[in-house]
């Protein structure tokens, strides 16, 4: 980017585009990370061009959640084509939406997806279990959205052998609790510094130091929780020495780690 680009003009810009990543549930943050890295975005680009093929195009969005932890949304006439890529019924998130764009209809993060559906021979989810494909499934189960409720809807095949059935309902329980148990876990604090960092060195090629001064224009003050009378309590503080230059460093090394697959340390076991 040319030394002359205005950089207080670029900070002050900033917080419209990122500040509604203080809000993100982890899962927003997963995708935040999976959006933005190379693989994910090789395999959107695949898909677009994949010979029209349904197992070829099965084959193709398996590699997907196997390298990305990223499910393959089910494919319903609310979901935004800008938003998806649509083949088949089969629907993936576009890299270049941002989390809140999304709506009500989420990407489908591994560990977080709100459908689990198990087929008689094998775990591969290859339909939506709320379509008329329905009867391929022996189990489906509904998660909730928010894991903090006593009540699991699950829907059983009659004809199941019980023995499946009860083997598959024990699975649903414990990824369900695993889940819930999960919840606690949270983002750092500094995550969205990372991803500015990030994105104004990838994208605008600014320096270090640079990247600094637009994160100072965009956040002239932050705070930090510090120690006063054995209690840790946030207070307000000027940003120059937060955004030095060595800080704006590890933050784009850091969101780098995060984006190329240290998320997924932050997935639901």
């Known amino acids: 980017m040319p030394r002359t680009v205005d950089l207080q003009m670029l900070g ?5 585009i990122y500040d509604y990543t ?3 549930p982890l899962e927003g943050w997963i995708w935040e990370f999976i959006r933005r890295n190379s693989d994910y975005n090789r395999f959107y680009e695949e898909c677009k061009t994949t010979e029209i093929n349904y197992n070829n195009y099965l084959k193709k969005i398996g590699r997907i959640t196997e390298v990305c932890a990223l499910r393959p949304n089910y494919s319903s006439h609310k979901l935004d084509k800008k938003l998806f890529l649509i083949k088949f019924f089969i629907a993936i998130p576009n890299p270049k ?3 809140d764009k999304f709506g009500d209809f989420k990407p489908d993060i591994d560990g977080f997806t709100p459908v689990i559906a198990f087929k008689p021979q094998e775990d591969d989810l290859t339909h939506d279990s709320f379509s008329e494909r329905h009867s391929s499934y022996i189990v489906n189960a509904v998660l909730p959205p928010v894991a903090n409720i006593d009540t699991l809807y699950v829907g059983i095949d009659t004809k199941a052998d019980i023995n499946f059935v009860e083997e598959k309902l024990k699975l649903i329980l414990e990824k369900y609790l695993r889940r819930r148990e999960g919840r606690g876990r949270v983002r ?3 995550w969205k510094y990372y991803l500015i960092a990030y994105d104004l060195k990838k994208e605008k090629n600014l320096t270090y130091d640079q990247i600094g001064l637009v994160l100072m224009y965009a956040y002239p003050e932050i705070i930090r929780k510090k120690l006063v009378d054995g209690k840790r309590v946030p207070q307000r503080e ?3 020495s937060y955004f030095s230059k060595s800080n704006c460093e590890d933050f784009y ?3 780098l780690l995060l984006i190329e697959g240290e998320y997924k340390n932050y997935l639901p076991s």
């Open 238 to 240: 000027s940003s120059t």
């Open 12 to 16: 002050e810009a900033i917080p419209a």
């Open 97 to 99: 939406a941002s989390y």
């Open 22 to 24: 203080d809000t993100l």
């Open 253 to 255: 090394k850091k969101a």
């Open 188 to 190: 750092d604090d500094k």
